[in-house]
């Protein structure tokens, strides 16, 4: 069946670091989201990829999205304490349904 | 800015005990989502609807039902509690499957002794 696989599952990172998470699928999506939850909150949305190749920034940021449209990558340069969470990718399943489908989370502690 | 609320942040029941977990939704999506999230697993999909009456089965539907009688309320129920229910439940809601966000409510964490 449809996997998304995210590594790592966890990141401990110094203050100022650089942190990355992959995500990769066993299918071809038509588009990647990808989702923050902080300690004791709920997912948020953060952005929508669609295009092969596309790359997205928003501020320390840096979303991309592979050609084949198969893996995708978060990466957060300089950390800071606010970036801790769990990052989760997901996309949509290849069944009629459509529905998201959610790897199982990079978790980011950072370390002041 | 959409807002998706669930009614209970903390639940603890019995086994055994039917169990329902309401969540409303005030942009008037289509589309509902109940998933439960455990360390380690994600967040796995229990049921969706698309419209109102209409619900379909997600990737772990055993052991749960839902009902969608008005667009802005989906329910879960658990008929008969059971300890390996014991997680975290996040409704969801969207306006497009699969190609727009989701928009979640806080969360129950739910406790069955």
């Known amino acids: 069946g449809q996997q998304v696989m995210q590594i790592p599952q966890y990141q401990h990172v110094q203050e100022g670091e650089d942190f990355t998470t992959y995500c990769n699928s066993s299918t071809t999506l038509s588009n990647i989201q990808w989702y923050k939850q902080r300690p004791g909150g709920h997912p948020v949305f953060l952005i929508q990829?669609?295009?092969?190749?596309e790359v997205k920034k928003q501020k320390r940021l840096t979303f991309q999205f592979g050609e084949a449209k198969k893996n995708s990558s978060l990466h957060i340069t300089a950390t800071q304490t606010t970036d801790v969470g769990t990052y989760f990718c997901?996309?949509?399943?290849?069944?009629?349904?459509?529905?998201?489908?959610f790897g199982t989370g990079t978790r980011l502690t950072v370390i002041p | 800015d959409v807002k998706v609320t669930q009614s209970s942040r903390y639940l603890v029941k019995r086994t055994g005990e039917k169990v329902f977990l309401e969540c409303v939704q005030d942009m008037d999506h289509e589309n509902m989502f109940w998933y439960r999230q455990d360390p380690g697993l994600g967040l796995r999909l229990i049921y969706f609807?698309?419209?109102?009456?209409?619900?379909e089965k997600g990737d772990i539907p055993e052991g749960y039902s839902v009902s969608r009688e008005k667009k802005e309320r989906f329910s879960l129920i658990l008929e008969s509690a059971s300890t390996n229910q014991t997680s975290m439940y996040l409704c969801?809601?969207?306006?497009?499957?699969?190609?727009?966000?989701?928009?979640f409510g806080n969360g129950t964490r739910l406790t069955v002794t």
């Open positions: 997901a996309g949509p399943q290849q069944t009629g349904a459509n529905n998201l489908f």
């Open positions: 990829l669609v295009k092969s190749g």
């Open positions: 969801a809601s969207s306006r497009d499957r699969g190609r727009s966000p989701l928009h």
């Open positions: 609807s698309y419209d109102v009456k209409m619900k």
